[in-house]
């Protein structure tokens, strides 16, 4: 009864620890959440200011430019891919791997060659492990992304969608859209080319009909869409880098939290399970204690 109840004791002090590590990250995740939506409020006006600007570029002039003007005869396409560096965030880059998987298997349905690009290290380990061929990755920054990174993937993308000899024909992007604190949806969308009678700005709703002012573009339609054409990229990649980032934190906060709850659930059982073993223990030594007085007993009135 001893060595088990020091098995419990033991137990429950590694339960205990374990338990004091996930809140930590529970309340660590909790605080990022609210820096990452401040982040994604301030990014996500720009992103749909300059979707505006390039529709009303595109759609006031007759420039045919890469940017708006879709392949019909596209044979290869890239997918950017946004997972987590980190583990214990439940299932959110499992979610953002299926959306991937299942939006190449709808692409290569349509007879177009797939290259994928990764941001993440969740990402990066799933399709080395599957020896599954990776075009580009980006790893380091998922939790806490800046402008920067996002120029630094948007860089590479670009180049192999306007590469005149093998590039990509389309462009698009999986990452995970942060609904609320229980919720973050994985997403797909086409970004190159983009669709025109299909805009939609960042929070999902379609953009308003304008009536656009008449434009006169200097010095060319052309010249204006070259302009924007990184700013775009980059801007949409940012947004989803940072909405990826706050679902991240949701997430693990969520996982952390459940993690907490259990082990607080396993260290009562374990509690229990210590008493009844002490218990256990505390009846044997009376019941040997009493028995050994009434074996002094019954041998004092044989003596006599």
């Given at each position: 009864?001893?060595?088990?109840?020091?098995?419990?004791?033991?137990?429950?002090?590694?339960?205990?620890?374990?338990?004091?590590?996930?809140?930590?990250?529970?309340?660590?995740?909790?605080?990022?959440?609210?820096?990452?939506?401040?982040?994604?409020?301030?990014?996500?006006?720009?992103?749909?200011?300059?979707?505006?600007?390039?529709?009303?570029?595109?759609?006031?002039?007759?420039?045919?430019?890469?940017?708006?003007?879709?392949?019909?005869?596209?044979?290869?396409?890239?997918?950017?891919?946004?997972?987590?560096?980190?583990?214990?965030?439940?299932?959110?880059?499992?979610?953002?791997?299926?959306?991937?998987?299942?939006?190449?298997?709808?692409?290569?349905?349509?007879?177009?060659?797939?290259?994928?690009?990764?941001?993440?290290?969740?990402?990066?380990?799933?399709?080395?492990?599957?020896?599954?061929?990776?075009?580009?990755?980006?790893?380091?920054?998922?939790?806490?992304?800046?402008?920067?990174?996002?120029?630094?993937?948007?860089?590479?993308?670009?180049?192999?969608?306007?590469?005149?000899?093998?590039?990509?024909?389309?462009?698009?992007?999986v990452s995970t859209k942060f609904e609320s604190m229980l919720t973050q949806t994985p997403v797909?969308?086409?970004?190159?080319?983009?669709?025109?009678?299909?805009?939609?700005?960042?929070?999902?709703?379609?953009?308003?009909?304008?009536?656009?002012?008449?434009?006169?573009?200097?010095?060319?339609?052309?010249?204006?869409?070259?302009?924007?054409?990184?700013?775009?990229?980059?801007?949409?990649?940012?947004?989803?880098?940072?909405?990826?980032?706050?679902?991240?934190?949701?997430?693990?906060?969520?996982?952390?939290?459940?993690?907490?709850?259990?082990?607080?659930?396993?260290?009562?059982?374990?509690?229990?399970?210590?008493?009844?073993?002490?218990?256990?223990?505390?009846?044997?030594?009376?019941?040997?204690?009493?028995?050994?007085?009434?074996?002094l007993a019954d041998a004092s009135r044989g003596s006599e």
């Open positions: 009864m001893g060595a088990q109840l020091r098995v419990y004791k033991r137990r429950i002090r590694s339960v205990t620890a374990t338990k004091k590590i996930t809140k930590a990250m529970e309340m660590i995740s909790a605080s990022r959440i609210v820096k990452a939506q401040r982040a994604v409020a301030a990014s996500t006006p720009y992103a749909d200011e300059l979707t505006r600007a390039v529709t009303a570029v595109a759609t006031r002039s007759n420039a045919k430019h890469p940017l708006t003007t879709e392949n019909p005869q596209a044979k290869t396409a890239a997918v950017l891919l946004i997972t987590a560096d980190r583990g214990l965030a439940g299932g959110y880059s499992t979610n953002a791997i299926k959306q991937a998987i299942a939006l190449s298997a709808r692409l290569r349905a349509e007879g177009k060659d797939v290259v994928t690009y990764i941001v993440g290290r969740k990402g990066v380990s799933y399709y080395n492990f599957r020896n599954l061929e990776v075009g580009g990755s980006w790893t380091g920054f998922s939790d806490k992304p800046t402008y920067g990174d996002a120029k630094a993937v948007a860089v590479d993308l670009i180049e192999a969608f306007t590469a005149e000899t093998g590039g990509v024909d389309e462009l698009h992007l797909d969308a086409r970004l190159l080319p983009l669709k025109l009678d299909e805009v939609t700005l960042s929070d999902d709703k379609p953009a308003k009909a304008e009536i656009f002012p008449l434009y006169d573009f200097e010095p060319s339609a052309e010249g204006v869409l070259d302009a924007l054409l990184p700013r775009y990229v980059e801007s949409r990649i940012y947004n989803a880098l940072l909405q990826s980032a706050a679902s991240e934190h949701a997430a693990r906060r969520r996982a952390m939290k459940s993690a907490t709850d259990n082990a607080g659930e396993l260290i009562k059982s374990l509690t229990r399970l210590a008493n009844s073993a002490r218990q256990a223990e505390i009846t044997q030594e009376i019941s040997e204690i009493v028995g050994g007085a009434n074996a």
